[in-house]
């Protein structure tokens, strides 16, 4: 049990530009006894030389260009101690143009100060910070009226004050901690009272910073870990296989059969490891830490880790979400992002925006293209694969992502809802597929070494006529008397024997081609790589054969003029010169990607 | 139930896994001080006692003898990747401050800012630690890196209580401090143009009393300068020795320090109070870092 006096918190200021956020902060500093020595001296002076008023606020607005133009730009933290327990202050900025960095530092906090200026009362960011906090997970919020000297300390303004926002706040399903009023000039009301507002009787800034609760991380709830690596670092002699990643909710023993997911593959924990520690036999949440299984599967970062037996988490490619936009450029409608969830890294088009919120004033759109800098929107999100999450209700650490637009974070969100994609049915099948699967002593890994070879599936796609088998017969006869493992599987030798229960029964086009990537999943098992032609893959037909095999096991070759896909290849070969160009192309392709070795 | 080093431990320890699957050319810097030296110690934690990228540190040619002892010791017994580079041709031609050629920012802009920039671009040359011969060579491999790791603390000073965990910097190595990517969720700027990089910050959320205080807990060895050895004196920071002052104090051990920092004369002053460049940069080290410095 730790002592309290060692516990930390990390708070966040907030609230309107100017409206005293980092004067409060500088008081609550000054007022405890917790600047350096010879800081305010400092500042004073820095003032008196430039010939301007010493103010509070100056002790947190570290930076130049701030004390010249008088507002926070970006959010700064300050370390601070009340006879409880340790702070991080984050003194976020309250400028519109700032609103990026208010939200990076208020992100960081588990609880947060809202400061409205009793003068001049609610404004547009009062009401956009308060949204964003309950958008950011900040449940924790009491509302600092200050600048109360302003206002002859009238307990009607107050009481005003706090009526409109207490409703403002209501209507987007938010109940603060409690209102405060307060002086952060004449320091009345932060860390003790001096007398002008014998009507107030609750606590000052400082009481209430010590009411903050702690939160911890939750580890009675499911068990959930994205993988953000696997390690083995033979160059160092080192043979462990170790599954790395920080545990976000739940916890897991040595022994428990671990299920990753999208890929539904599963593995029991062996060992349990760390450096410089006790032997450890249990992961908690809040945990950076890795393990080792007792069999060799194939998994990799971007997969979410669950317990067998526990609620699964949800995997499918679209989603229904809540947005907040920070970009430079607007969240277009039938546009592509980058979207970051847990450790995966996916492609994303943007389905439909249902509606969006102009986050100070609550009005709503629902008839809209893109959503601008600053809004905040009901979206539908498709993936190019699937990724595995829970709801942000059920589980808000593993149930947010950002989306990255232009190299960089633009954006970030919750996810409400999962919905049904086309290839659920296939998902559903593959789950079973891999909790049955009876594996083999020898790993992936030990064929791949041993042939000298990564499995792969290599689709070559085009127009009829394209003169696509020809190119995937001569590539076979090349990697053959290369020395590889190869096999030129032919479509019509799934669809006479392993498709003749259903040949011939109307569109069974989708069970065709899962039974197909099925088949090819057991040659890829096998160590082989396998080499398929379709005539005008689409993209469904692609999203299907990317559920049942890994997508980072299949390459996707166009060739032929003109190039009529829309499904993303990995080599487009537009004009064909003759079979033996296209197999060197192929070949090359293979080697980049590093499936087969190249020599030099 | 986790104490508060090891939150920050964890976190840690999760920024420098990010950025080992992010950063294809990485490399950590280390000044041979305490808190980078911390955080080659959370590198090991976070790769089960591995440090798989190199270890960059710039020399000024005016380090205190031990610290370049220490480090080439413990590169030795880690198996490290160690690099170092310098400013070369601002040595050759004395433009320093001990030379009297230079004001103090000037060196330091010379002698560390411009030394890391060339060092991390590719262009200076690179002296790498040789395990085979036991001494440095000169590094072949002039690859710029994507990704450096920096131990700097947001308590340390001003401009870097504002800092990112992943920081970008463009092709110029300039830090715009008015206009820096927003970052939450434990989600980073892993995205970046070609030519430019992203500085790596793990220790963001130490403070100094953090840093002993785990020194202590996981036993890691520190240079003996920061300890009294009976003159009444130590290094509280480490730096160049004409510009770094040691302090008065009798702290002989990792506790003493600790409850120094805690309860004694050192609770309410700066730590950098012993680094002269950062007085004659206005009371911080902004100027410096906007332009490249850690």
């Known amino acids: 049990m730790m002592k309290a006096e060692e516990e930390h918190i990390s708070l966040a200021i907030v609230g309107h530009v100017d409206h005293g956020k980092s004067t409060v902060l500088g008081r609550l500093l000054a007022d405890t006894g917790s600047l350096p020595e010879g800081k305010i001296e400092q500042i004073r002076a820095n003032c008196e030389r430039n010939s301007k008023p010493f103010e509070y606020a100056f002790l947190i607005d570290a930076l130049k260009d701030e004390q010249s133009q008088g507002i926070t730009i970006d959010s700064a933290r300050v370390f601070f ?161 170790i599954i790395a990643g920080t545990a976000l ?50 998994v990799a970062r971007g997969e979410l880790a669950a317990k067998a037996g526990e609620s699964r988490p949800r995997v499918t490619t679209r989603l229904r979400i809540n947005l907040f936009w920070l970009g430079k450029e607007p969240f277009r409608k039938k546009t592509e992002y980058i979207l970051k969830l847990g450790t995966s890294r996916v492609a994303v088009f943007v389905e439909e925006i249902t509606r969006v919120v102009n986050a100070s004033d609550l009005h709503s759109d629902t008839d809209r293209e893109m959503v601008e800098r600053h809004e905040v929107a009901d979206c539908i999100l498709k993936c190019n694969r699937a990724v595995a999450f829970d709801l942000s209700q059920d589980s808000a650490l593993t149930g947010r992502f950002v989306i990255v637009d232009d190299y960089e974070i633009s954006g970030g969100g919750i996810i409400r809802e999962a919905l049904e994609d086309k290839q659920a049915w296939v998902r559903d099948k593959v789950f079973e597929r891999e909790y049955k699967w009876e594996r083999s002593a020898i790993s992936l890994e030990m064929r791949a070494e041993k042939y000298n070879q990564k499995p792969t599936l290599i689709i070559i796609t085009g127009q009829k006529n394209a003169g696509k088998k020809p190119v995937a017969k001569a590539l076979e006869g090349r990697l053959f008397s290369d020395g590889k493992i190869v096999y030129f599987l032919g479509i019509g030798n799934v669809l006479y024997g392993i498709d003749a229960d259903i040949k011939g029964t109307g569109n069974k086009r989708e069970e065709h081609i899962r039974r197909l990537s099925e088949a090819t999943n057991l040659l890829l098992d096998a160590g082989v790589i396998v080499l398929a032609t379709a005539i005008e893959l689409t993209r469904d037909d692609l999203e299907i054969i990317r559920t049942v095999i890994e997508p980072e096991r299949i390459g996707v070759v166009w060739t032929g003029d003109p190039v009529t896909t829309d499904i993303p290849c990995d080599l487009i070969i537009p004009e064909p010169r003759n079979t033996e160009e296209s197999v060197s192309l192929i070949k090359t392709l293979m080697q980049d990607r590093g499936i087969i070795f190249r020599p030099w | ?251 002989r051990t990792i506790g003493e320090i600790i409850l120094e920092l805690k309860s004694g004369k050192l609770k309410n002053v700066a730590e950098r109070s012993g680094r002269a460049q950062d007085k004659d940069d206005g009371g911080g080290l902004e100027t410096l870092r906007r332009d490249g410095y850690m």
């Open chain 1, 81 to 241: 101690k009340t006879k409880k327990r340790n702070y991080t202050l984050i003194d976020a900025p309250g400028h519109i143009e700032f609103l990026k960095n208010m939200v990076t530092g208020a992100s960081r906090a588990e609880a947060a100060f809202l400061v409205i200026d009793a003068e001049e009362g609610v404004r547009e960011n009062s009401r956009r910070h308060g949204y964003l906090l309950s958008m950011l997970g900040i449940a924790q919020a009491a509302i600092i009226v200050n600048k109360m000297d302003l206002v002859g300390f009238d307990r009607s303004i107050y009481e005003r004050i706090v009526t409109e926002y207490t409703e403002f706040l209501a209507r987007i399903g938010i109940t603060p901690l409690c209102f405060l009023p307060a002086s952060a000039r004449t320091g009345e009301g932060i860390a003790h009272f001096q007398g002008s507002m014998p009507w107030y009787k609750g606590p000052t800034v400082l009481e209430v910073l010590d009411t903050f609760i702690k939160e911890e991380p939750p580890t009675a709830k499911p068990f959930r870990m994205p993988v953000q690596d696997i390690y083995k670092f033979t160059g160092f002699g080192d043979s462990r296989r």
């Open chain 1, 249 to 298: 909710a739940g916890s897991a023993r040595i022994g428990d059969e671990i299920v990753f997911y999208p890929s539904g593959k599963k593995g029991r924990i062996n060992t349990i490891e760390s450096f410089n520690t006790e032997a450890r036999t249990e992961i908690q949440a809040g945990q950076a830490s890795g393990f080792t299984l007792d069999e060799q599967i194939y």
């Open chain 2, 1 to 251: 139930m986790m104490d508060h080093l090891e939150q920050l431990e964890n976190l840690s320890v999760h920024i420098l896994r990010e950025a080992y699957a992010n950063f294809k050319s990485l490399g950590m810097l280390w000044s041979i001080g305490k808190d980078s030296t911390v955080l080659l110690w959370l590198a090991r934690k976070a790769f089960f006692g591995h440090v798989p990228f190199p270890l960059i540190h710039i020399d000024t040619h005016y380090k205190i003898p031990e610290m370049i002892e220490y480090r080439d010791r413990l590169t030795r017994e880690w198996k490290l990747q160690m690099i170092y580079g310098m400013n070369e041709d601002a040595l050759s031609r004395r433009q320093t401050f001990p030379d009297g050629q230079v004001d103090r920012i000037t060196c330091c802009r010379l002698l560390k800012t411009e030394a890391l920039k060339s060092t991390i671009s590719g262009e200076g040359r690179r002296y790498r630690f040789d395990h085979e011969k036991g001494d440095y060579v000169i590094d072949r491999n002039t690859d710029a890196f994507t990704g450096i790791i920096v131990g700097v603390r947001s308590d340390e000073e001003g401009s870097r209580s504002k800092e990112r965990y992943f920081s970008p910097r463009d092709k110029e190595n300039l830090w715009d401090v008015g206009d820096q990517p927003p970052e939450f969720w434990s989600q980073f700027k892993t995205d970046f143009k070609p030519g430019t990089h992203v500085r790596i910050h793990p220790l963001l959320d130490w403070t100094e009393l953090n840093i002993w205080e785990y020194i202590e807990r996981e036993r890691i060895p520190t240079v003996s300068l920061y300890y009294d050895q009976g003159e009444g004196k130590r290094y509280r920071s480490l730096g160049c020795y004409p510009c770094t002052y040691p302090i008065d104090s009798e702290s």
